[in-house]
């Protein structure tokens, strides 16, 4: 028994981890994974519609597998599919469609990062009596005591700078190299737990509305 060229075909599916889309809009499969199968199929499959965005769903929503294999097989029940990658989708509701930094806030976190730093490393320098110890150098070094020693001072504040420079690797917008600075690795573990939490918080409320509904 020959098999029907739906029944022939295999799609792979791989979820993005994270997407944005605008509030009351209709979430379709494109929008939430990326499909590798025939170019028509493809274009079908696409515009499957998967959840109409409402004002109770929030900030957040949380797109599953299932939700997508259950649609697939409604479109096309005989069609072959291959999944990859993260088991869901986390949707970020935003009415810009996109997430832009706020510029007062970012001013703001700016300023308070700058001045908050300077005065860390003042309050340390302070601390371990840094000008004394300079001074001491200096007189060890040159048999000479000096009450301001700029020949020690001045390379030293502009090896704090270079120090700064290659601990972030970044140069304004450019990259010295490949290799992440230890703030992006921080932000993006920071940025993986919120979702982690995110998401067992989503699927607990599925688990909740799920049994509210078999109850009833």
Known sequence: ??????????????MRR??????????????????????????????????????????????DMLQVVKAIRTEEPGL???TFGEPHVLLEISPEGEVKPRMFVLVLAWLLLFFGSGMAMMNFHADVNMPQVQRRITELITGKA?????LFQIPYSIGIGMGMLLFFNRLLRKRLNDEPNPLEVEMFMYQENVNHYVITEEYSKKHEDQAGENRD
Do not use: F
Request: avoid cysteine; aromatic fraction near 2%.
């Open 1 to 14: 028994m020959e098999r029907s060229n739906t029944e022939s075909k295999v799609v792979y599916v791989r």
């Open 18 to 63: 994270r997407a944005v889309v605008r509030p009351l809009s209709l979430v379709t499969l494109g929008d939430v994974a990326r499909l590798v199968t025939d170019d028509d199929l493809q274009k079908r499959l696409k515009s499957v519609p998967l959840h109409r965005i409402t004002p109770k769903d929030g900030n957040l929503l949380l797109i």
């Open 80 to 82: 072959i599919i291959e």
């Open 146 to 150: 000096q009450s301001h020693p700029w």
